[in-house]
């Protein structure tokens, strides 16, 4: 039996490809001392690997040709060397692009038993959590404020956008296709949305903003980001959750205009974070995020793709906006 | 009896020049009900009034061609028509560059007789506020943190060092020439400076900085921030307090490239500011300011030149950077 993998061939140079990736067969790994073996049944394709990819990490275990992809994925515990995890549990784990993996024990999170894997992927992973404390902690949303989020349909956006409703926020989503845009509002609430890649996008941004912005959670940085900046309220603040406009390129774009004379004329805060500085209030957080997807308030929105090899695909699509909510990959075996 | 006033002939077009100024004699003010009449014994130049010059602000009172030039002076009440402020007391206002000018009483704060009224242009007045707000409360520096300062020779930039000196931090200063440096380390007591002008720049505040940067007070903006964003050590905080690098021009740079992106990997804040905010707040500060002043432990340096006619030209030099301190403009009246 063999395991089945996605390499990656060589570190992209410009905009990603899938000839960048590989799909290869490997000696089914072991379980060694403290491991387990995890039959991976699910992973997301998120776009902060994509700045992974750019070859300035230089860490053990970075991304570099040759090595299995990186990414979070959901699967079964086929094997157990570590009292803690049983054969049959459903656990978390940075599992990568491939069939199975053998991890130390450390490094996996136990599913709780009622809870369907998948939103870990989701809502109660990565993505959802990042919307739950870039929105609420860094952004402080007071009710009555308006939010507004970049990425909109995104694996993000969408919940950001969702989670300022329950907190009695207008919303404005910008996105990159009128379809999305019209799904954010019909389906998840957003009040208004607006199209980046329209030719009256800046006058557009105004007009679904009549009141200015209170909170915008950034996911893309570069013209959006700028765009924001001149929207902003006195005493707004900007949550820097993600810069998706300059993954996918050698060539990143300079700064927005607007930094630093906009935050000092309107007292602006921009606040970077990363996801782990919160993982002691993951708990509470995941608690919140399961009572509003049973109470129906939160939707999770997902997309998802069949298999190994549709996975590079899937990811160069994301990479140019083709996902709406989050990009899931389901292994078929 | 006439009042000599220096006219803003005409808004600068590129950089400022002093022929954009004009000497002029008007007709001497009268207080009028509910108001006192000011002479004028010294003004502050600050570069932060060369953005009012820029053309975008429209309000009344916004600097025009054909208005007196603005600023803060102080002065002494020569007549007084309002019940709280007498003849012979010395007060604080926007005098504008003016020999004599006639103010409502709401808008001139009395200034205590036991301090120099020159203070009140310096370190117990808007420079003063702005490093003791800008440093304190957003830098929020802890004892043993490397904090940076652009503009570190000026008014508000050598202000910062004493203070975060006071605070028990090493102090790193950016100034614009190599004398400057050596005043801020011998006289001020800064542990290290460096010239931005110099063609290694960047690797010199590396080298000046081996731990890293934990609070970067930014009077500049422009090639300094973006130089200190890459210095920046995890949960460092950026308080935005001016923007000198983009005031004498009609073309604005773009903004710092790492913006958004070292925000997010390092978990930045930069915070704007205007010290008006901090209004409730003036009184504490000036009285620490005062404690340190008379203790010895901050140095105000002023730079002071005489005369109405030679303050344009006091501008346009402080905007090359020619100042060293406070610019203070003595009216030989």
Redesign the interface.
């Known amino acids: 039996m063999e395991n089945q993998q996605v390499l990656i061939d060589r570190l992209p140079t410009g905009k990603l490809r899938a000839e960048d990736y590989k799909l290869t067969d490997s000696p089914m790994p072991v379980a060694g001392p403290n491991q387990v073996l995890i039959k991976t049944l699910a992973f997301a394709i998120t776009a902060g690997t994509r700045a992974g990819l750019q070859g300035s990490a230089s860490y053990a275990g970075a991304p570099a040709a040759g090595r299995v992809m990186n990414g979070t994925g959901v699967g079964e515990v086929v094997a157990s060397n570590a009292p803690s995890v049983a054969v049959g549990d459903r656990v978390i784990a940075a599992t990568g692009w491939q069939q199975y993996v053998a991890m130390d024990v450390e490094h996996v999170t136990v599913i709780d038993p009622g809870h369907d894997p998948i939103h870990y992927l989701g809502p109660m992973g990565v993505n959802g959590l990042t919307a739950y404390f870039g929105l609420l902690d860094v952004g402080n949303p007071e009710p009555g404020n308006t939010v507004m989020v970049s990425a909109a349909a995104g694996s993000v956006g969408h919940m950001v956008g969702q989670m300022a409703k329950i907190h009695g926020c207008q919303v404005v989503g910008v996105c990159g296709s009128n379809d999305k845009g019209r799904l954010l509002v019909d389906r998840l609430g957003f009040d208004r949305t607006v199209n980046y890649k329209d030719a009256n996008y800046r006058q557009s941004l105004k007009e679904a903003t009549p009141d200015g912005v209170d909170v915008y959670c950034?996911n893309t940085?570069g013209m959006i980001?700028?765009s924001a900046l001149f929207r902003m309220n006195v005493g707004g603040r900007?949550a820097?959750?993600?810069?998706v406009s300059?993954y996918d390129t050698d060539t990143?774009e300079?700064?927005?205009?607007?930094?630093?004379?906009?935050?000092?004329?309107?007292?602006?805060?921009?606040?970077?974070?990363?996801l782990f500085?919160y993982a002691e209030h993951y708990a509470e957080a995941r608690n919140a995020i399961y009572g509003w997807l049973t109470s129906g308030q939160l939707t999770s929105l997902q997309d998802e793709v069949v298999g190994l090899a549709a996975a590079p695909e899937g990811f160069v699509d994301l990479l140019s906006g083709g996902n709406v909510g989050t990009r899931i990959v389901r292994l078929d075996q």
Chains 1, 2 share one sequence.
Do not use: A, E, H, Y
């Open positions: 950034d940085g980001l700028g900007i820097c959750c993600g810069v300059q990143p300079p700064g927005p205009k607007g930094v630093p004379g906009l935050l000092v004329n309107n007292r602006l805060t921009m606040r970077g974070f990363l500085d």
